[in-house]
């Protein structure tokens, strides 16, 4: 279950086989694989050892794909950062990772270096730019093309060996790093190929960052079988379209957000999109109206998956994406559901209660966080803090988000994170942040605020003032309330859920 030994494998037996297409860039796996050991070697060049974390701040490019691979090569862990992560909110998480080695890109450079001072564990020689750079910055580039396009040294990389952390909250908060082993990722090529019926002649398309975990769904099974994978810099609803339809696409995933995008575009035309085989949901819940217009106008395509970067998924087939309408499916072979109760006891069918998973994609803990790992990975069980239940053949139902967590366009929001921003505004007393509906993004934020006595702010300074600090954009409020007090329960702990509510039930007001 060493990754590295994939590209190698596809270089091999099918060399002239399209692995990448990126933009004017059509790479086969003998071309691709080249690539990764070039980078593979300029990492080792510069130090980065197996067990070392290599921390890239990139939007969408061929470079940060081949790294994943090259630091699989070299048995380094790759760290992908969000590109829109800025301050504070960007060097607690290198300096949480212990990151040796950064990838950006000049565009991002100001933000880095806005930081330098505070980055503990990278000197400027360790950060490198993709697109061309002057001392005392590193040139990605030119260390590549002069890098050997050998394989590099065998890393001796087992199963369980770090293969990437995957931050699920880059703020100003105690973020999370979720740790995936080799052997997941290597559960999610084999599982996962088989659930969307990849093939090596699939062609698959992925048009959202990959930074995010969601991309690694139909990335490593791609991979996996020797497929073509297309990458697009970012989501465009006519180019996906016309690329859909030029490269016949059989395979791509994407959020509501993009979902909706799609269907409204004056470019929408279903005979155009006949090539594809499996449209597959994930990220945030997708309004059951626009299920049924999908599966209308694309029959026996739509899939959709629920689950948590810690470890487990349910997925909803194609197969049973009408007769199921509703539901996200069942566990995939191997894996396990299970709804429960407070004190961890199994609930019948019909029930709402925790919905907990386990199964072979379980990660192996919170990046130096055992005590927050052993509160939510308990003897082998992820606790997700979502609501739902099981009918009567095992397929689940969601009932409540997790309690505070927002999804906003398949991007986890974590409110606590913007509560602490927003806290320290001189005028708020007492801050709550909470999702609300968006025909977009599905869920956006809104923070709630009681005012100290005798202050005075209007709701578009305190708007501002949040969104100017908070670490990341898609953590910027849509909105901001005004109340004389929140609702609380008998111990004095605010009800969120009180407050959100009404927005979800079309009856809000505003104060």
Same mark, same amino acid.
């Given at each position: 279950m060493e990754l590295s030994t994939l590209l190698a494998h596809h270089a091999r037996y099918r060399p002239h086989a399209t692995a990448v297409v990126f933009e004017e860039q059509r790479l086969d796996y003998l071309s691709f694989s080249a690539r990764v050991n070039r980078t593979a070697h300029l990492l080792t060049g510069l130090g980065v050892k197996k067990t070392q974390r290599v921390a890239t701040l990139l939007p969408n490019t061929l470079?940060?794909?081949?790294l994943y691979w090259?630091?699989?090569?070299?048995?380094?862990?790759?760290?992908?950062?969000?590109?829109?992560?800025? /301050?504070?909110?960007?060097s607690s998480l290198?300096?949480?990772?212990?990151?040796?080695?950064?990838?950006?890109?000049?565009?991002?450079?100001?933000?880095? #270096?806005?930081?330098?001072?505070?980055?503990?564990?990278?000197?400027?020689?360790?950060?490198?730019?993709?697109?061309?750079?002057? !001392?005392?910055? =590193?040139?990605?580039?030119?260390? #590549?093309?002069?890098?050997?396009?050998?394989? !590099?040294p065998a890393a001796d990389v087992g199963p369980d060996d770090l293969f990437n952390i995957m931050y699920t909250s880059g703020t100003t908060g105690l973020p999370k790093g979720i740790m995936h082993s080799h052997r997941v990722r290597a559960m999610y090529a084999l599982l996962l190929g088989a659930a969307w019926r990849m093939t090596p002649e699939s062609v698959v398309l992925h048009t959202g960052a990959i930074v995010f975990n969601g991309a690694f769904v139909t990335l490593m099974p791609a991979f996996h079988l020797g497929a073509t994978y297309i990458l697009q810099r970012q989501f465009d609803a006519a180019a996906m379209l016309e690329t859909i339809d030029r490269e016949k696409v059989t395979h791509i995933m994407v959020v509501?957000?993009?979902?909706?995008?799609?269907?409204?575009?004056?470019d929408f035309d279903p005979a /155009?999109?006949?090539?594809?085989?499996?449209?597959?949901?994930? =990220?945030? !819940?997708? #309004?059951?109206?626009?299920?049924?217009?999908?599966?209308?106008?694309? %029959?026996g395509r739509f899939h959709e998956l629920y689950g948590l970067t810690e470890g487990f998924?349910?997925?909803?087939?194609?197969?049973?994406?009408?007769?199921?309408?509703?539901?996200?499916?069942? %566990?995939?072979?191997?894996?396990?559901?299970?709804?429960?109760?407070?004190?961890?006891?199994?609930? %019948?069918?019909?029930? !709402?209660?925790?919905?907990?998973?386990?199964?072979?994609?379980?990660?192996?803990?919170?990046?130096?966080?055992?005590?927050?790992?052993?509160?939510?990975?308990?003897?082998?069980?992820?606790?997700?803090?979502?609501?739902?239940?099981?009918?009567?053949?095992?397929?689940?139902?969601?009932?409540?988000?997790? @309690?505070?967590?927002?999804?906003? /366009? /398949?991007? @986890?929001?974590?409110?606590?994170?913007?509560e602490d921003v927003a806290s320290r505004h001189p005028a708020v007393a007492e801050v709550a942040v909470f999702g609300i509906p968006h025909e977009t993004w599905g869920e956006t934020p809104l923070a709630a605020v009681v005012l100290k006595v005798g202050a005075e702010a209007t709701v578009?300074?305190?708007?501002?003032?949040?969104?100017?600090?908070?670490?990341?954009?898609?953590?910027?409020?849509?909105?901001?309330?005004?109340?004389?007090?929140?609702?609380?329960?008998?111990?004095? @702990?605010?009800?969120?859920?009180?407050?959100?509510?009404?927005?979800?039930?079309?009856?809000?007001?505003?104060?």
């Open positions: 470079e940060l794909l081949e090259a630091c699989a090569r070299i048995g380094a862990v790759a760290v992908p950062l969000s590109p829109l992560l800025t /301050g504070v909110g960007l290198i300096n949480d990772a212990g990151a040796v080695c950064l990838v950006t890109q000049n565009s991002l450079l100001p933000v880095v #270096a806005a930081v330098l001072p505070e980055l503990q564990t990278l000197a400027p020689g360790r950060i490198l730019l993709i697109d061309g750079a002057e !001392p005392p910055w =590193g040139d990605y580039a030119a260390l #590549a093309a002069a890098a050997p396009d050998g394989e !590099p509501p957000a993009q979902i909706i995008a799609l269907l409204d575009s004056p /155009g999109l006949a090539s594809l085989q499996m449209i597959l949901s994930l =990220g945030a !819940p997708l #309004a059951q109206p626009r299920k049924d217009q999908l599966n209308q106008l694309l %029959p998924v349910t997925i909803l087939d194609k197969t049973d994406a009408v007769r199921k309408a509703g539901s996200v499916g069942c %566990p995939p072979p191997f894996s396990a559901v299970r709804v429960v109760d407070e004190a961890g006891h199994e609930l %019948p069918p019909g029930q !709402p209660g925790e919905i907990v998973g386990r199964g072979p994609f379980v990660m192996q803990g919170y990046w130096g966080k055992p005590q927050l790992t052993a509160e939510t990975l308990r003897f082998g069980w992820i606790h997700s803090g979502d609501i739902g239940y099981l009918d009567d053949e095992g397929y689940l139902y969601l009932v409540d988000r997790k @309690k505070d967590m927002i999804d906003s /366009g /398949g991007v @986890k929001v974590y409110p606590r994170d913007i578009s300074e305190l708007r501002d003032w949040i969104n100017e600090r908070v670490a990341a954009r898609y953590q910027r409020v849509q909105e901001v309330v005004v109340l004389p007090a929140f609702p609380r329960n008998a111990a004095g @702990k605010t009800l969120k859920r009180e407050l959100r509510d009404p927005y979800w039930a079309g009856r809000a007001r505003r104060i």
